[in-house]
């Protein structure tokens, strides 16, 4: 038997206002949207308190401006739009195979049905999803219905609606008003001539006589409504790569107010990821500013990672020892080296040398981003029996290891920590009688060495390392190493 399509719409009323609040600017003061309409400006959106001194969308600005002194006037940017709708369908993708964002509507639908088992339930996912897009300061409005045009209908008249069943899909929508279709003013109009108030009101109307009045459209729309006729939704395709641009409504001149931005951009990231099942090595950071060159950040990390959290502190160390030379307009974030990553990401039976290593690499991540890449390496071991050269230091990062193999003494073992160069030992010290390592090597590259290691010990019991140059008539000991 097919498993049922159940669809989840997310409607974001208010998204062009949440672009900009998502800043922390503006929030306390009147605020609207404008857009441009043949020679006219007229209102798009308003914030709260624009409402309250009785400004609305669809006001002309002419009309707006009277009613508050110190309104505050931001161009639509359609482009952001679509950019951030673009990336929250492609964040949706975690959740699902199938998301579908229609042009032009502050919209993403879901088809959650076959998710269902893995999330637990129809509550449980949509719980799940929501709490999801908490930390991405949208405003949103779900609804969940059998069909992609009754979910999205629920999600703007009554959000927080759930319909599984066909029947109470049907009682549902005969009570929802007549606007909630949407239709061309005057098709509705003409509805109103005919007593028409709810869909209600509209499904009994005989069909050959709405078809013959108002076109066969208007059917077809009602039946896909009901979920009687199909309405199939091309998938979303996600972009090869991760790039966003967040155009600030004001230039800002400090770190600490683009860290919000910087979140929410990279919560977007980490969902991205997890949709794609990839990790990311590497984010470049972009600090636009205006008329002049914008100002790369490259952000290293040790190991592909898509955790938001984490990702933000190692940037904010990045950022906050950028010296900013001018106010920021717009940040960049892109995602580089991709590279596929398991759904459980660190967990494994016994977890706690994962999570050592992982608290490690945190940390190397966190002092690189502070101090330079170049500032902190990691050591290497080399071929070769001599200490001085048993080893070299290399560059800290993905897929980068050393290309040397150790060399393990045959007898006695080796300090970590070794002087460079050997020092006179201190005196009086007690020297064992046998010999704990020879090294006669280096011939070929003119470090030729012929020496006798042994370990020595201080009367305060601090234990060294010492070697006799057999090359050396006088016998003198050096000190190399110290044990702990």
Not at 86 to 96: D, H, R, S, V
Not at 123 to 129: F, H, K, N, P, Y
Not at 144 to 153: H, M
Not at 190 to 197: Q, W
């Amino acid at each position: 038997m097919p498993r049922p399509d159940l669809w989840l719409a997310l409607y974001f009323p208010h998204l062009c206002l949440d672009l900009i609040h998502q800043s922390g600017e503006a929030v306390a003061d009147p605020l609207v949207i404008i857009e441009e309409k043949g020679r006219q400006q007229w209102v798009h959106a308003a914030n709260r308190r624009a409402r309250q001194r009785g400004i609305h969308p669809l006001m002309s600005l002419a009309a707006a401006l009277p009613l508050c002194r110190e309104l505050i006037t931001l161009p639509r940017h359609l482009f952001a739009e679509q950019q951030a709708l673009e990336t929250l369908a492609g964040w949706g993708l975690q959740f699902t195979d199938h998301v579908h964002q229609p042009p032009g509507e502050p919209l993403i639908l879901l088809e959650i049905g076959r998710s269902l088992r893995l999330f637990g339930g129809v509550e449980a996912l949509r719980g799940r999803i929501l709490e999801a897009l908490g930390p991405l300061d949208f405003q949103v409005r779900a609804g969940i219905a059998p069909c992609p045009s009754a979910a999205r209908l629920l999600a703007r008249w009554a959000p927080g609606t759930t319909v599984t069943d066909g029947d109470a899909l049907l009682r549902l929508l005969r009570k929802a008003p007549l606007e909630t279709l949407e239709d061309d003013p005057k098709r509705q109009e003409r509805l109103r001539g005919l007593g028409v108030r709810t869909l209600g009101d509209l499904l009994r109307l005989p069909r050959d006589g709405l078809a013959r009045r108002l076109g066969p459209e208007l059917l077809r729309e009602l039946d896909r409504l009901r979920g009687w006729s199909p309405d199939p939704l091309p998938r979303f395709n996600p972009p090869a790569r991760f790039e966003h641009t967040r155009h600030l409504p004001f230039e800002m001149d400090g770190h600490h107010p683009l860290l919000p931005i910087l979140e929410s951009l990279l919560q977007m990231l980490a969902g991205w990821l997890r949709g794609r099942g990839l990790g990311v090595g590497r984010l470049r950071l972009a600090l636009h500013h205006h008329r002049r060159a914008s100002t790369p950040l490259q952000v290293g990390l040790l190991a592909p990672s898509r955790d938001a959290e984490h990702l933000l502190e190692v940037c904010r160390e990045v950022l906050e020892r950028t010296v900013l030379e001018a106010t920021v307009t717009a940040l960049t974030v892109s995602a580089q080296d991709l590279s596929r990553l398991a759904h459980h990401q660190g967990q494994a039976l016994f977890t706690t040398g994962a999570e050592q290593q992982a608290d490690l690499r945190q940390l190397l991540e966190r002092l690189r981003a502070r101090l330079g890449e170049d500032a902190v390496k990691g050591l290497a071991c080399v071929a070769d029996h001599r200490p001085e050269r048993a080893w070299y230091s290399m560059k800290m990062g993905i897929g980068e290891e050393g290309h040397g193999g150790q060399v393990h003494p045959s007898t006695g073992a080796r300090p970590v920590w070794l002087l460079d160069p050997p020092m006179a030992p201190p005196c009086p010290v007690v020297t064992p009688v046998e010999t704990d390592e020879r090294i006669e090597s280096g011939w070929w590259d003119d470090g030729d060495v012929r020496r006798d290691y042994v370990r020595a010990s201080t009367p305060a019991g601090q234990s060294l390392w010492l070697y006799r140059d057999l090359r050396n008539p006088d016998g003198i000991w050096y000190l190399q190493g110290l044990f702990g």
